[in-house]
């Protein structure tokens, strides 16, 4: 059974731009959720999406978001990018969210100039 | 914030058993105890969790104190493969936790030759 899967791996954006990164959880599982890993501030949870919807948020500012679709594939988004926001951005997936062990994907590494 | 403590790093030789302490004095009834690792570079990967009995499984053992204030993870026989950062996490049901793991700083086990 394949793994999460993150795209793209890398991507360079400069500050005022947006952008949206992809997962694909494993077959099966419907919760995805999403984590921000930096030096300063270590592995933080930003949301959790379960049947396309929002099921639990972190404390990260609305410029995050993210949706789900009818496939479970999950996108994040984040629109007017800081030079903060460089960051491992993860991507973890479980059968239900509950208290489950999550499987999480490579990442994807966003470099903000 | 994270509810365990951990030491920072820890040594350990190749072939030897590697013993990470996990300190979480103010788990509740109904919380369970997670161990996770992260080689650099990856996603954190599950090892295992457990409630208040010890468990193992083929990565490694959990032993958990009568009071269920503190835990040990047992990696039997350290390869070079284990050096990662180990967390140790304390997760309970509820809807505030899909989906949601709260990431403490780890310890950094460094396996010797």
Redesign the interface.
Known sequence: KAGVTQTPRYLIKTRGQQVTLSCSPISGHRSVSWYQQTPGQGLQFLFEYFSETQRNKGNFPGRFSGRQFSNSRSEMNVSTLELGDSALYLCASSLQGSNEKLFFGSGTQLSVL | DAKTTQPTSMDCAEGRAANLPCNHSTISGNE?V?WYRQIH??????II?GLKNNETNEMASLIITEDRKSSTLILPHATLRDTAVY?CIV???G???????????GTTLQVKP
């Open positions: 369970y997670y570079s990856q996603g954190p990967q599950y969790h967390y997760r309970g049901y809807s505030g936790n899909t989906g949601k793991l709260i990431f403490g700083q």
